[in-house]
């Protein structure tokens, strides 16, 4: 009986079939939204170019928790895959806290290309060391002001400017810097605030002015560009380790495809949104390139010994010479 179990079992073991792997990924943004979309077409890349041996699993909108539970989940490996804003993932990894900073990149095409190159590899070793793989940077994009005020034209219009902020003593500091009077709150109480008169405006992605109806009690809508907020898509470390090299091959390419494509859409959405906005009456103006440029420095300067700090002079010396 001994042997008939164990010439079954070789037998099963000829006969059937690899398992397939199969890679979950929970992230925290609806399913409408250009992170969702792309991650849609990373499903039927992987699984068409690995003719089903690798299927692609997504639960979208917190689904299955925040984003702090699902980095955790992804660093013990019961998910396979999340994305976060940076952001919200540098009590995680700190040295990613230097993208905390203000008007680093002068652009969209200046963000890709710092973190797609050795400022973005070091980053993705700090991750490593947290059992976490950077699969890329997709993006949220800059980060703008509304206000009821004035027009923010100039370096000059923040002073005294009454302005909504995340109760973060660094983000303070940095805005008092420039003559804004920064106000801690939860971001439930913005609407309310403006409503009120409570504070003069607000700094938020485009999208969120639409979803959350600041357009309603805003006159103005200032393109400042203060922060640029990347997406980053990571995996569990050890899966990653443990992938043959063609699998590795079909989901590397995949990926790189796929956060051009996140790119693209949100490029489309955040234009779609400021026509939007302007259809709503708001006025739109651009904050000048050389009060961009003197805003940042100032800002950067109240915050710089913070920032060290967190991430440590190596890693902050090393991505401020990558932006050069």
């Not at 005020?149 to 003593?169: C, H, I, K, T, Y």
């Not at 002015?209 to 805003?218: A, G, L, T």
């Not at 043959?244 to 790189?256: H, L, N, W």
């Not at 739109?284 to 967190?310: F, S, T, Y």
């Amino acid at each position: 009986m001994k042997f008939i179990t164990t010439m079954a079992a070789a037998l099963c073991a000829v006969t059937m079939p690899a398992m397939a792997e199969t890679i979950r990924i929970g992230h925290a943004t609806p399913e409408d939204s250009p992170i969702h979309k792309a991650l849609l077409q990373f499903k039927q890349t992987v699984e068409d170019r690995s003719e089903g041996d690798i299927t692609v699993e997504i639960f979208p909108g917190g689904q299955i928790g925040s984003v702090q539970e699902m980095v955790e989940l992804v660093q013990s490996g019961n998910i396979t895959m999340t994305t976060g804003a940076s952001v919200h993932l540098s009590a995680t990894v700190p040295e990613l806290g230097v993208l905390d900073q203000f008007l680093l990149f002068d652009d969209e095409t200046h963000a890709r290309t710092v973190l797609d190159g050795a400022a973005g590899d070091a980053l993705g070793a700090a991750m490593e060391s947290r059992d976490l793989h950077l699969v890329g940077f997709m993006e949220l994009g800059f980060r703008s002001f509304t206000n009821s005020r004035a027009p923010l034209d100039s370096l000059a219009a923040f002073e005294g400017l009454r302005m909504r902020s995340a109760d973060n003593p660094v983000q303070i500091k940095a805005w008092r810097a420039i003559g804004a009077v920064p106000v801690p709150l939860a971001w439930g109480e913005i609407y309310s605030s403006l409503q009120q008169g409570l504070i003069d405006g607000q700094e938020s992605a485009l999208s969120s002015m639409i979803v959350e109806r600041f357009f309603e009690v805003q006159d103005y809508v200032s393109l400042t560009g203060h922060i640029y907020w990347p997406e980053l898509w990571m995996a569990n470390a050890d899966w990653y380790a443990g992938l043959s090299e063609a699998e590795r091959e079909i989901i590397d390419t995949a990926a790189q495809e796929t956060v051009t494509l996140q790119r693209e859409l949100t490029a489309e959405a955040n234009a779609a949104t400021l026509a939007k906005l302007e259809e709503a009456g708001l006025a739109v103006n651009e904050l000048p390139a050389e009060d961009r440029a003197e805003m940042g420095a100032m800002m950067n300067a109240a915050i710089e010994a913070d920032i060290r700090g967190k991430v440590g002079d190596a890693v902050y010396d090393q991505f401020m010479s990558a932006l050069q």
